[in-house]
């Protein structure tokens, strides 16, 4: 007969959350939650912890949004969208585990770096269309692509995270986002999300478009006083041609960004497969 396991070996200090991670220390927050580095002392490996704050534990709509969001991810698997791996509570705080990436996100990237070749950008550019097409084949709608939610690790991987405000295309689940309220960062919006009208996944491709834009061009297309005028200026008129502010880009790149940023979504590349293919070629 087997002997018995020996006992774990105690924790070191540090908050233990559901008995089994470790927080070690916090590496970046946003509006709704904390993001931690942590042990899965179980499985002996490094992890991200998302951990909602105190102040939003009892906020029922939050908590059950975020935790939708962990169910809905935990159903993707692609090299290029952060891997969900639990969801847990502590201390009436909803938390889910993620892969840890080691690297930073595009936004840090261009606050130093301003401008991105057009290399990059098409790497970029077609990890992140790929990664959305797998949750739009599985029924999501992202709803809030931006350089703040795509990650760029030291070896060149691309991943998009936060699922936060995704929404399924035929969900018949209350949204927990009143139909009137624009979900989504205003500089990053697509006109039909603007609009308020139902979205497909060529909302996504719209932000996505923008995200390229600012990486060539070095700013967002559309910039008002405040964030109302920014979102309503992609109603109003069309981006600075690309190849004005750059004029040594590769014209098909321009053509093909100009076109993902068409008003009328019929207009845009279809799926995300369809642009990931446009930007390698």
């Not at 018995?4 to 970046?28: C, N, Q, T």
């Not at 991987?157 to 989504?184: P, Q, Y």
């Not at 690309?242 to 799926?271: E, F, K, S, W």
């Amino acid at each position: 007969m087997a002997s018995p396991a020996a006992p774990p070996p105690p924790a070191p200090s540090g908050v233990l959350i559901a008995g089994r991670y470790l927080l070690d220390r916090r590496i970046g927050r946003g509006g709704m939650a904390e993001v931690w580095s942590a042990t899965d002392l179980e499985l002996d490996r490094r992890v991200a912890v998302k951990w909602l704050k105190s102040n939003l534990a009892g906020d029922a709509i939050v908590a059950e949004r975020f935790r939708r969001e962990a169910m809905a991810v935990a159903r993707l698997s692609h090299p290029n969208i952060v891997a969900v791996h639990d969801v847990c509570e502590h201390e009436g705080r909803q938390a889910v585990v993620m892969q840890l990436v080691d690297g930073k996100s595009l936004r840090t990237l261009l606050d130093t770096q301003k401008r991105l070749g057009p290399e990059l950008t098409i790497h970029i550019g077609a990890a992140i269309a790929g990664a959305l097409h797998e949750a739009h084949r599985a029924g999501f709608v992202h709803r809030d692509v931006k350089p703040g939610n795509i990650l760029v690790t030291s070896d060149g991987r691309v991943l998009l995270t936060d699922f936060g405000i995704a929404k399924g295309l035929d969900s018949t689940e209350d949204d927990l986002t009143s139909d009137n309220v624009m979900m989504g960062t205003a500089k990053y919006l697509s006109p039909e999300q603007v609009r308020g009208k139902k979205l497909d996944g060529r909302a996504d491709l719209y932000s996505l478009g923008l995200v390229l834009y600012e990486c060539l061009a070095g700013r967002v297309p559309f910039l008002g006083e405040t964030d109302a005028d920014t979102a309503l200026a992609r109603l109003q008129r069309d981006p600075t041609d690309l190849g004005h502010l750059r004029p040594t880009l590769p014209i098909g790149l321009v053509n093909l960004i100009h076109r993902t940023l068409a008003r009328n979504p019929a207009h845009r590349p279809q799926t995300g497969n369809e642009l990931r293919a446009a930007l390698l070629a």
